[in-house]
């Protein structure tokens, strides 16, 4: 159900679809899409676009890609960029499995953000989560050799089953945390989830890998 907050946001404004991806399959040209080529990010389940308009803000010099299943919560987040200043940000709506798939370019990336993604915390439900091995595997495509891939979670299980699957595809993401998380890191743009779960007291989760140069083998899915 839409809460009346989000109705204003059913309907946007040129400038707002000028931030916002017309839906497709086909591959994107980023460096098309920007007008440049610059060093970029990108946010996957971007929600109400609280991180990647502030990062965007921050860094005029990178151009960032976010994506989002929930078209309302994309065209809040265009609402923010511009809010922000921000217009070295391109947002989607779509669903990030197929969307890494289809539509992102090869080596693309110097940055990846995965935070608090959905969670599916019953034991039934795990298999519903997004970074499976084979998400990490597309992850590894569009990822420059060198690029981060940052994760969060409050939900101790979901980190720690990344941390497996991560050590099911040896040689492609390095992790830099020497224990392979940390709990409570500082951040300096939080985002809506991370707010409310640390305001509940929440220890969150965080894991940080390295892309390596290593070439991502055929994907078998
Ligand atoms: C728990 S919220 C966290 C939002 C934001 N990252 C934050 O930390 O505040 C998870 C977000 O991921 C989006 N999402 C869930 N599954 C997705 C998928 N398969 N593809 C793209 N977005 C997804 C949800 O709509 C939601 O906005």
Request: with cysteine; aromatic share 8%; net charge positive.
């Amino acid at each position: 159900m839409t809460s009346p907050a989000m109705r204003r946001y059913r309907t946007t404004t040129s400038a707002e679809d000028s931030l916002i991806g017309a839906a497709g399959d086909d591959r994107l040209d980023l460096t098309a899409l920007f007008g440049r080529s610059a060093p970029r990010r990108l946010e996957i389940g971007c929600g109400h676009g609280e991180f990647v308009s502030q990062m965007a803000q921050a860094h005029p010099g990178h151009d960032f890609v976010g994506l989002e299943i929930d078209r309302l919560r994309v065209n809040k987040c265009a609402h923010k960029c511009l809010k922000l200043g921000a217009a070295n940000v391109r947002l989607y709506a779509g669903e990030a499995d197929e969307f890494v798939r289809l539509r992102l370019p090869d080596a693309a990336f110097e940055r990846i953000y995965i935070l608090f993604p959905d969670p599916w915390p019953k034991a039934a439900h795990r298999r519903r989560r997004l970074v499976n091995r084979g998400f990490l595997l597309e992850l590894a495509r569009v990822a420059a050799p060198g690029c981060t891939f940052v994760f969060a979670s409050d939900t101790h299980n979901y980190a720690m089953q990344v941390l497996s699957n991560v050590s099911t595809i040896p040689g492609l993401w390095r992790s830099l945390h020497p224990t392979g998380y940390k709990v409570d890191v500082p951040v300096r743009f939080e985002t809506v989830f991370e707010r409310h779960k640390r305001a509940e007291g929440c220890t969150i989760v965080n894991l940080r890998f390295e892309r390596t140069a290593e070439p991502v083998p055929t994907l078998v899915r």
